[in-house]
């Protein structure tokens, strides 16, 4: 465990930690989260709401002091240097950027350790970790074997989609085997409907 002690005041400016402390099981620990944070819908509605996006300005960051959050989870590392000019006293922050490279699966995994430790749940931790690389492995052993198979995932009606160096297309293309007709390296490359079309994906994903 940190030698702060497990955190007992959380605030995730990322649904993705949101997601991650609620299955860690320390719910009861998250103080706020961010704007985009609606799963599960029993622990998100029922707590204030800050822009990840804002941190910076003095409103949102009355909202964090106002909070007393003993550990500030982010997710990009803009977010930390804007807070770095100008501190939470007494707030751990720490920055959980998503898994890009060849090792996601590693690098996810350790995040998963650091939250864990941070928060007193590194049992559970463990526990996930576990049980997603036996998920993984089985999902490897039974898929299908076609590389012609291909996949466009869609993260909104604006078809922003989810380039390749993105964490869900590098599960769905390690993992689940499909492989991602957008090209390139831009994370969220924004598409026009003609042109997700002209690239003739087997599969349309809709977040």
């Not at 526990?127 to 291909?150: C, G, H």
């Amino acid at each position: 465990m940190s030698s702060r002690g497990a955190a007992r005041r959380i605030v995730s400016l990322a649904c993705t930690h949101t997601e991650t402390l609620h299955f860690l099981g320390v719910s009861s620990q998250l103080v706020g989260v961010d704007c985009f944070s609606d799963f599960p819908r029993q622990l998100t509605d029922g707590l204030p709401k800050i822009d990840p996006w804002l941190v910076e300005f003095e409103a949102e960051r009355s909202k964090i002091e106002a909070l007393q959050p003993d550990l500030l989870v982010l997710s990009y590392p803009f977010q930390g240097e804007l807070l770095a000019a100008n501190p939470l006293n007494g707030v751990e922050v720490i920055t959980l950027d998503a898994p890009t490279g060849h090792e996601w699966m590693q690098e996810m995994f350790a995040q998963f350790r650091l939250l864990g430790d941070k928060t007193g749940a590194s049992a559970a931790a463990e526990a996930i970790i576990s049980n997603m690389s036996t998920d993984f492995e089985r999902i490897k052993q039974t898929r299908v074997r076609n590389p012609d198979l291909t996949f466009f995932l869609e993260m909104d009606h604006k078809l922003y989609s989810a380039g390749r160096q993105t964490l869900v297309s590098r599960v769905l293309t390690d993992v689940v085997g499909l492989q991602n007709c957008v090209e390139g390296d831009e994370l969220y490359p924004q598409l026009s409907t003609e042109h997700v079309v002209g690239l003739r994906p087997s599969l349309w994903f809709v977040a």
